[in-house]
């Protein structure tokens, strides 16, 4: 039989007596603080849930009463507890073993017990403290809250001259807030307050309200500008541009194939304005015909012929922007622009989140609808920055909204109110606009020797690349004509099953890369134009190569009042010919404008050119206030000055 003796047995009572009300007391320190944690600060967190507005103070069910509910039940279970505590510590100190056996047992040996005591008191005491702070956090949050909602209830539209537009705007609000989720995005919640506090502090048709508060923080001075520096690596540039479309490709190769006559033209400008070079500017390329959202026309066409004038103007722009040192984002696609921008989500209607981090925007007629849908009234702030590439020019008349819609002048693609020198198109064929122009390649005086000794005297290319150019009514009597006295080359793309319409007698060489094109320019002659495409950048490229350029006078002359082409377009300019610029700006004896129902004109026109000397080079170019050489066209507009934007 196991005997236990005297001196355990007090031990094990000493033992229950002492560590019982501990485990009670953390077990119910635990629960209790579980719980309130569970109902008091889980119905604060839920409160923020995604979606709510961040001009109200929500209060939950579980929230600032049912907590403070929980705080007394916790201060009464801690009294209860210390009540219990100090019985047994008085128990203890009374009873007759502990006198009785106090020589059998020295006092240090109890004191742990001692100790543990006085920690379980000062956690009691401490949980106590933090239950009476979180307590008065809690009447706080619900005395704001009440106070909120009392504002939320008063909230008037107020009468206030400055902002004639607010009480209307309002009512738009109530009716159609919800027609687009980037008013919730700011906010917005359906309360008269929430409409106020949007149009004062998002947009601003409403004066701020004066509870809400104007103290915030000023922002950060914006960092220094960094000046621009002129760069001799083109490489960067290709990578920024992409890939994934034809259309890229093509100007990438473009860029590639100029990357020297580019780098020699950058280091001859940075020698002449010696350091004189202003600030660099954050600019956002945007092209927005290449974007799907538009249709993306041309990059399908690139390999079939199709227009490449465009992306031609585009590639040259890229490059010398790079060049001069700017800081350049481009974008191909509506969710890259958007991303650029700062657009909220939804449908367009709201200013963007941010400041537009951009001093320039380049961009198309297609980019710029697009950036009007998404932007909401920060298109209207931020339009100035907007240069839009316009191949045609756009005329005041049709910029103009109110005007335009008085006289009868709105189109598709007009009544934008921006300046008109923020038109920037191909050729300089009107003074409102601005004139940007595209690069047309630099030969030395090795390749101009090399070109005019390789030059087949007889030998003529149709500008036309596209099938359907060839289906031109009537061009069989005037090509028999040429064939009497040059051969006859074509470019037209054409698939293995279908041939295009060409007359026997044509050469065709299919679809030539472009340095092939190019080749076959510096053998030929003449370089003739079947009247379609308008203002492109072939014929001067065949003019620098040697070429003679023949095109149709156009009687009368082609407009938006009489031909499909130009129907819609922003002007109302007559095109008297094909390329209106080589006409009026270059001539004769390099360019021969005749009418093509004119047999014996275009016969003497042909037996002339066959006399005149070839010549290589740009030169005849640079009339009065033209530009360098090693720029041809692009840059007329400022960057002889090195202020290119």
Request: aromatic share 10%; glycine share 8%; hydrophobic share 40%.
């Amino acid at each position: 039989m196991i005997t236990v003796n005297a001196d355990g047995k007090i031990m094990v009572r000493r033992c229950l007596v002492t560590l019982r009300p501990f485990r009670i007391f953390v077990l119910g320190i635990g629960f209790f603080t579980l719980c309130f944690l569970m109902t008091s600060l889980g119905g604060q967190f839920s409160a923020k849930r995604l979606g709510d507005s961040p001009f109200t103070i929500r209060t939950e069910v579980m929230g600032a009463l049912e907590s403070r509910g929980v705080l007394r039940r916790m201060s009464d279970m801690l009294e209860l507890l210390m009540k219990r505590m100090d019985i047994l510590a008085r128990l203890e100190n009374g009873t007759d073993f502990h006198k009785g056996d106090e020589a059998r047992f020295p006092l240090d040996r109890f004191q742990p017990a001692a100790g543990l005591m006085e920690r379980i008191q000062a956690i009691a005491q401490n949980v106590s403290d933090i239950a009476i702070k979180v307590d008065q956090i809690l009447r706080n949050s619900l005395m704001n809250a009440k106070m909120g909602d009392g504002r939320r209830d008063q909230c008037e539209v107020p009468r206030d001259p400055k902002y004639p537009d607010c009480a209307g705007k309002v009512e738009w609000m109530r009716a159609r807030w919800t027609s687009d989720p980037c008013y919730a995005f700011f906010g917005v919640d359906g309360t008269e307050c929430s409409f106020l506090i949007y149009l004062s502090e998002v947009e601003w048709f409403c004066p701020p309200l004066p509870w809400r508060n104007q103290t915030a923080a000023p922002s950060p001075p914006p960092p220094p500008r960094a000046q621009a520096a002129f760069r001799s690596n083109l490489a960067p540039l290709l990578e920024l541009v992409g890939t994934g479309k034809e259309s890229l490709s093509f100007m990438k190769k473009r860029i590639r194939h100029l990357a020297q006559q580019w780098l020699r033209a950058a280091r001859r400008l940075e020698q002449k304005l010696k350091g004189q070079q202003g600030d660099q500017k954050h600019i956002l390329i945007h092209i927005g015909f290449l974007t799907e959202e538009s249709g993306d026309v041309f990059s399908p066409r690139v390999l079939k012929g199709g227009p490449l004038g465009e992306m031609v103007q585009w590639a040259d722009i890229l490059a010398a922007l790079f060049l001069l040192g700017h800081s350049l984002k481009v974008t191909v696609s509506l969710k890259e622009l958007q991303s650029n921008l700062g657009v909220p989500p939804g449908r367009g209607n709201c200013p963007l989140t941010n400041p537009l981090p951009f001093d320039l925007i380049y961009t198309d007629y297609h980019g710029l609808q697009q950036m009007k849908q998404h932007m909401g009234l920060s298109f209207k702030k931020y339009r100035c920055r907007v240069r839009v590439i316009d191949t045609f020019g756009t005329e005041p008349a049709y910029n103009h909204e109110e005007y335009a819609t008085l006289r009868g002048f709105r189109t598709n693609w007009g009544y934008w109110n921006l300046h008109p020198s923020q038109f920037m198109t191909m050729f300089p064929h009107t003074p409102d606009n601005s004139f940007m122009g595209f690069v047309s390649e630099e030969l030395n005086q090795t390749e101009r020797q090399r070109i005019k000794s390789n030059k087949v005297g007889s030998m003529a290319v149709v500008y036309g690349k596209e099938a359907s150019i060839w289906k031109l009514q009537g061009k069989e009597k005037f090509l028999a004509i040429l064939n009497k006295y040059m051969e006859i080359h074509g470019t037209v793309y054409y698939e293995t099953q279908r041939p295009p319409e060409v007359p026997a007698f044509v050469k065709n060489h299919g679809l030539l890369p472009q340095h092939e094109f190019q080749q076959l320019l510096r053998k030929a002659k003449l370089f003739i134009g079947f009247g379609f495409p308008y203002e492109g950048p072939a014929p001067l490229e065949a003019i620098a190569n040697g070429c003679v350029f023949l095109q149709a006078r156009f009687n009368p002359p082609h407009s938006s009042l009489n031909h499909e082409f130009f129907r819609g377009k922003p002007t109302s300019r007559e095109v008297s010919s094909q390329h209106p610029y080589a006409e009026d700006f270059i001539g004769k004896p390099h360019v021969w404008t005749v009418d093509y129902n004119n047999s014996e004109e275009f016969e003497a026109a042909i037996k002339t050119i066959l006399r005149t000397q070839p010549y290589v080079g740009h030169q005849h170019l640079q009339g009065d206030g033209q530009m360098p050489p090693e720029m041809a066209c692009l840059g007329n507009w400022g960057v002889e000055q090195g202020d290119f934007i």
